[in-house]
Every structure is written in C-alpha cells, then in structure tokens.
Antibody, heavy 117, light 109 residues
C-alpha cells in the first residue's frame, strides 16, 4: 500500500524557516516524480514544487521561487521542502503527492504551516 | 499559463440526483492531461478521474468524466451521501506544470 506521511509543520514567525518532510513507503520511491501542493485555510489547491526521480530537476511556483527548496533522499525514501523567508501568506496545509503520468495519484494527509507573529 | 475555471462554484443537490460539474480551460488542452479530484473536509484530495475520462483505482462507476479541448465535465450519476465534497479539476502542463481549478462545492440540498 502506498503511504505518504508529512511532518515538520508548525508555527513560525514571518521571515523564519521550516523544513517539511514526507516519508514514502509501499512503492519504489526513486522512480517517481514528487510534488508539494498547499492549501490555505478555506481555499483551493495550489501547486508549489516538483522534483524528478533522481533529484536532478526541480520546478517551483513563482510565489515560492528563491525562498523554497525541494529535495529528496532516495536512500531514506523521503521528500523535503526547505522553506525560508516565510510570509503570512505561506500559511497552509502542505501535502506531498506522487506524480504518475500526468496526475497526482497518491497524497499524504498534510502538515499545517502557520506563519504568524 | 492555462487557467481552469470551474462552474458552478456551489452545487446544491439531493441524494439520488445527478450532478454535472464543469471545468473550462483558457486554451485547448490535451485530454490526457486533465484530471479530477475529490476532497472531503479535513482530508487530503483523492484522485477520481485521469485522462479526462478514466476512473482511478477503486472509484465507483457512478463517477464519469468527459470532454475535450477546452470543456470538460465530471458527472456523478446518482449522488450518494458520501459524494458531497469539493471537486477540483487539474491540468498537467508546462508552466506551471500542475494547475488546479478553483473547485466546485457539492452540498446537500
């Protein structure tokens, strides 16, 4: 069974940093592209970032470019999102999602990031 | 950037009725790159339909997808109580690589 479990969320002040993790199991992690998608309270889904299977190619939404860094450790079956210079409008539930042929076929339960002074 | 516009914003129906949700793209997209997701309160999204018309694993056959070009539709033939949720369409493209519509809330009338 495919499982994705996010962790690392919490309350942080504006300008602060946070590192999210996503632990994957039940599939060959290194062969899948992975994504981070976020959802602000009461709002819709917004794609944040994507990484290919070996970590050599990354893509970011304009809203996070230069502040967030996606990475992965295939030896640990883990996906990461390093978030720096956090802003109030980064407040959201962050989901990791597996990328499979033009769709996101498995999602974690999400981790809440709250940016507030 | 391709913009996905979903309508209606909210749909109020009763169990047993038929639901028709629309997703319109700002320019023509490949059907193979169009997916639909269901999200219930407090839960992660779940893939329903991919390639515009293919049901994901475990999705009941009362859910169907159709469309091409700029107009796509998600149909739920006979609403069950557990189908009341928010539905998102999604396009997989170039820039940005993944784009969602704003969602349609399906509520019990």
């Amino acid at each position: 069974e495919v499982q994705l479990v996010e962790s690392g969320g919490g309350l942080v002040q504006p300008g602060g940093s946070l590192r999210l993790s996503c632990a994957a199991s039940g599939f060959t992690f290194s062969t899948y592209w992975m994504n981070w998608v976020r959802q602000a309270p009461g709002k819709g889904l917004v794609w944040v970032s994507r990484i290919n299977g070996d970590g050599s190619s990354t893509t970011y939404a304009d809203s996070v470019k230069g502040r967030f860094t996606i990475s992965r450790d295939n030896t640990k079956n883990s996906l990461y999102l390093q978030m720096n210079s956090l802003r109030v409008d980064d407040t959201a539930v962050y989901y990791c999602a597996r990328d499979f042929y033009n769709r996101l076929d498995s999602w974690g339960q999400g981790t809440l990031v709250a940016v507030s002074s | 950037e391709i913009v996905l516009t979903q309508s209606p914003g909210t749909l109020s129906l009763s169990p047993g009725e038929r639901a028709t949700l629309s997703c319109r793209a700002s320019q023509s997209v490949s059907s193979s790159h169009l997916a639909w997701y269901q999200q219930k309160p407090g839960q992660a999204p779940r893939l329903l339909i991919y390639g515009a018309s293919n049901r994901a694993t475990g999705i009941p056959d009362r859910f169907s997808g159709s469309g091409s070009g700029t107009d796509f539709t998600l149909t739920i033939s006979r609403l069950e109580p557990e189908d009341f949720a928010v539905y998102y369409c999604q396009h997989y493209g170039d820039s940005p690589p993944i784009n969602f519509g704003q969602g349609t809330r399906l509520e019990i009338k």
